[in-house]
């Protein structure tokens, strides 16, 4: 079975730049979930999506981040214009359910913004 | 106070030790518990989920404390393999999973 795909797995970028990273959650998996994870943190929750509505999205800086998941399938995440504190890993996850199930996590993008 | 507190260690062990890691949460609702490992540069993966009766997979042990609100792992006869970060992760309001910011093992031969 495949599992979560994120790209790019790396991506450097100047701060007020923009930047997307894609997802491809498990087959079938009604639920997608973006973390992000500074160094030395655990993965703090961004935005939850069952399908394609939004579930919680209130950690996400709606400011200059956004996402969207298009035929609740694959997902984008955008920043824009990004901020030196927006360095982290951005990783993506799905599951078949809510909380009680097991979330597979994808290898994550590591971004960098100088 | 934050949601899942975990003690960040590093905790350095030699092979073959037994050790225990502590996580507390703050939310009384929570219903749903485990412990997620994650490698250095490696997205997390379940390790097991922690059950109200306690549970055992193998070297490892979960155990969880309703009344004082804090979860427990145990690993005996630790492997070199086992050298890791090791998440707490609580349900929050919501369904939300909060991950604690996670206790690093590292085991010595």
């Known amino acids: 079975e495949a599992g979560v795909a994120q790209s790019p797995r790396y991506k450097i970028i100047e701060k007020r730049q923009s930047v997307a990273f894609w997802c491809n959650p498990i087959s079938g998996h009604a639920t997608l979930y973006w973390y992000q994870q500074i160094l030395g943190q655990g993965p703090k929750l961004l935005i939850q999506f069952q399908n394609n509505g939004v579930v919680d999205d209130s950690q996400l800086p709606k400011d200059r981040f956004s996402a969207e998941r298009l035929k609740g399938v694959d997902s984008t995440l955008k920043i824009q214009p990004a901020k030196l504190e927006d360095s982290a890993v951005y990783l993506c996850a799905s599951s078949p359910g809510f909380s009680l199930y097991e979330q597979y996590f994808g290898p994550g993008t590591r971004l960098t913004v100088t | 106070r934050k949601e899942v507190e975990q003690d960040p260690g590093p905790f350095n062990v030699p092979e073959g030790a037994t050790v225990a890691f502590n996580c507390t949460y703050s939310?009384?609702?929570?219903?749903?518990f485990f412990w997620y490992r994650q490698d250095c540069r490696k997205e997390p993966k379940l390790l097991m989920s922690v059950y109200s009766s306690g549970n055992e997979d193998g070297r490892f042990t979960a155990q969880l404390n309703r009344a004082s609100q804090y979860i427990s792992l145990l690993i005996r006869d630790s492997k070199l393999s086992d050298s890791a970060t090791y998440l707490c992760v609580v349900n929050s309001y919501g369904n939300k999973l909060v991950f604690g910011a996670g206790t690093i093992l590292r085991v010595k031969s």
């Open positions: 939310n009384s609702a929570s219903q749903s």
